[in-house]
């Protein structure tokens, strides 16, 4: 079995990442009770989204008044990243089939983070810790889900129990271990800035979407 | 946001999101390996998330205000300094701007 056979660090590894990060589940199931979806439609996006920024993101933007386009829009771009994991972990993880369909479900921040940390320890750990990682994040992350909003259901007005500020406190702590230099800062500032300015002139959860031409401009030319 | 509206999301946010991450599996690895496009997808969660910080602490409908959540965003900020794991930057937000939201 996968949990049997894998070298003990990687396993190591790949718990105390999946158990950490499905823990946040909890923030997600409260955000999205809080932006008005059922408890059914808000475990759905952790079953079948999977990927845990751009359900944030989704909710967040229903939650701000935004319509449906903006929020899938916010959603998919959050989610680009996950096709350049795949791209890395396809000739890695070496899969055809139904079997590729679930490695691709697994494919996120951090199942390739823990199968890359694994390089020294050879392709064989680096590909436990990708499943381990993956089905491991995927089963905390929803059971912690569904605690989230049956907890967040439980509780009625979100405002009264700040529920309105744990989810932009998400979002601060999901962008916080991205910012490793001085530039991602500024590009972080700079996006924020962006989005405060241009919020007067756009409907509600279009400078969300829009905040993506911050990212296009600084990204273009090579530092 | 009506109960259709909320399907919607659900079923698009998750057929697209599902898509992308099997693109990476099908597509040759040259097509997205083009420099400008790898620097700019790796700000991109950077933009978005900065301005959804923006949109769910600092706005309401189409203004820019100063509430209860920033009191909490404060405190996030200042537990995120404090090195604090994610639970406890979320919880200390969420308690600062319920205290904030009473005492009003």
Same mark, same amino acid.
């Given at each position: 079995?996968?949990?049997?056979?894998?070298?003990?660090? /990687?396993?190591?590894?790949?718990?105390?990442?999946?158990?950490?990060?499905?823990?946040?589940?909890?923030?997600?199931?409260?955000?999205?009770?809080?932006?008005?979806?059922?408890?059914?439609?808000?475990?759905?996006? =952790?079953?079948?989204?999977? /990927?845990?920024? =751009?359900?944030?993101?989704?909710v967040g933007v229903m939650a701000a008044g935004g319509g449906a386009i903006s929020a899938v829009a916010a959603a998919t771009m959050l989610g680009t990243r996950n096709a350049l994991y795949g791209l890395q972990m396809a000739p890695l993880v070496k899969v055809k089939g139904v079997r590729r369909f679930f490695a691709a479900h697994v494919t996120i921040d951090e199942s390739t983070g823990v199968a890359l940390a694994q390089t020294p320890r050879g392709p064989r750990a680096m590909r436990y810790g990708f499943w381990l990682t993956g089905t491991g994040v995927f089963l905390f992350w929803n059971v912690f889900t569904l605690i989230g909003a049956l907890g967040a259901k439980a509780l009625g007005n979100p405002a009264a129990w700040g529920l309105d500020?744990?989810?932009?406190?998400?979002?601060?702590?999901?962008?916080?271990?991205?910012? /490793?230099?001085?530039?991602?800062?500024?590009?972080?500032?700079?996006?924020?800035?962006?989005?405060?300015?241009?919020?007067?002139?756009? =409907?509600?959860?279009?400078?969300?979407?829009? =905040?993506?031409?911050?990212?296009?401009?600084?990204?273009?030319?090579?530092? | 946001?009506?109960?259709?509206? !909320?399907?919607?999301?659900?079923?698009?946010?998750?057929?697209?999101?599902?898509?992308?991450?099997?693109? *990476?599996?099908?597509?040759? !690895? *040259?097509?997205?390996?083009?420099?400008?496009?790898?620097?700019?997808?790796?700000?991109?969660?950077?933009?978005?998330?900065?301005?959804?910080?923006?949109?769910? *602490?600092?706005?309401?409908?189409?203004?820019?205000?100063?509430?209860?959540?920033? !009191? *909490?965003l404060g405190v996030a900020l200042a537990l995120l300094f404090a090195k604090a794991p994610f639970p406890v930057v979320v919880l200390g937000a969420a308690v600062t701007s319920a205290v904030v939201y009473h005492l009003h």
């Amino acid at each position: 079995m996968l949990v049997t056979r894998a070298p003990r660090d /990687t396993l190591r590894d790949a718990f105390s990442v999946a158990f950490t990060v499905g823990t946040y589940g909890v923030a997600f199931g409260a955000a999205g009770i809080a932006a008005g979806f059922s408890v059914l439609q808000t475990c759905l996006f =952790s079953l079948l989204t999977f /990927t845990g920024a =751009s359900q944030f993101a989704a909710v967040g933007v229903m939650a701000a008044g935004g319509g449906a386009i903006s929020a899938v829009a916010a959603a998919t771009m959050l989610g680009t990243r996950n096709a350049l994991y795949g791209l890395q972990m396809a000739p890695l993880v070496k899969v055809k089939g139904v079997r590729r369909f679930f490695a691709a479900h697994v494919t996120i921040d951090e199942s390739t983070g823990v199968a890359l940390a694994q390089t020294p320890r050879g392709p064989r750990a680096m590909r436990y810790g990708f499943w381990l990682t993956g089905t491991g994040v995927f089963l905390f992350w929803n059971v912690f889900t569904l605690i989230g909003a049956l907890g967040a259901k439980a509780l009625g007005n979100p405002a009264a129990w700040g529920l309105d500020a744990a989810v932009p406190a998400a979002f601060l702590g999901l962008l916080w271990p991205r910012l /490793t230099s001085t530039f991602l800062r500024v590009v972080a500032v700079s996006s924020m800035v962006f989005a405060m300015i241009v919020t007067p002139w756009l =409907s509600a959860g279009v400078p969300i979407v829009a =905040s993506v031409l911050v990212a296009v401009v600084f990204g273009w030319r090579e530092r | 946001m009506s109960q259709t509206t !909320a399907w919607v999301v659900v079923i698009t946010t998750s057929v697209a999101c599902f898509s992308i991450k099997l693109l *990476g599996y099908y597509v040759p !690895a *040259g097509w997205l390996a083009h420099p400008r496009l790898q620097r700019v997808n790796a700000l991109v969660p950077i933009s978005l998330l900065s301005a959804l910080v923006v949109a769910e *602490g600092l706005v309401s409908k189409t203004s820019v205000v100063i509430d209860h959540r920033l !009191a *909490g965003l404060g405190v996030a900020l200042a537990l995120l300094f404090a090195k604090a794991p994610f639970p406890v930057v979320v919880l200390g937000a969420a308690v600062t701007s319920a205290v904030v939201y009473h005492l009003h």
